[in-house]
């Protein structure tokens, strides 16, 4: 299993918009992949953007995030830059 810690950079954390990229570029990857904040506090299916908005993760906070599979760490490379900013077109 692949995993990372990263501290999310957007204004908004992620609610709204950036949640949403975050969760398509999840879903596209084929994998099943977790997020959860990195003090342990509990995982979600992170192509649930409902399950993504309940955690309420804001600028600055680190959240873990798990997958395994083929090609998970590239995958979790991919999502990683999606947080950290990095990626402005994730879903495309």
Not at 29 to 40: E, K, N
Request: proline share 1%.
């Amino acid at each position: 299993m692949a995993e990372r810690v990263v501290a999310v950079a957007g204004a908004d954390g992620l609610h709204a918009r950036p949640a949403a990229l975050f969760v398509r570029a999840a879903a596209e990857s084929g994998l099943a992949v977790r997020i959860g904040r990195a003090d342990g506090e509990s995982d979600v299916d992170a192509r649930s953007i409902l399950a993504v908005l309940a955690l309420d993760v804001r600028r600055g906070d680190e959240v873990r995030l798990c997958a395994d599979g083929e090609g998970a760490e590239r995958v979790l490379d991919r999502l990683v830059a999606v947080l950290a900013g990095e990626d402005a077109d994730a879903g495309h």
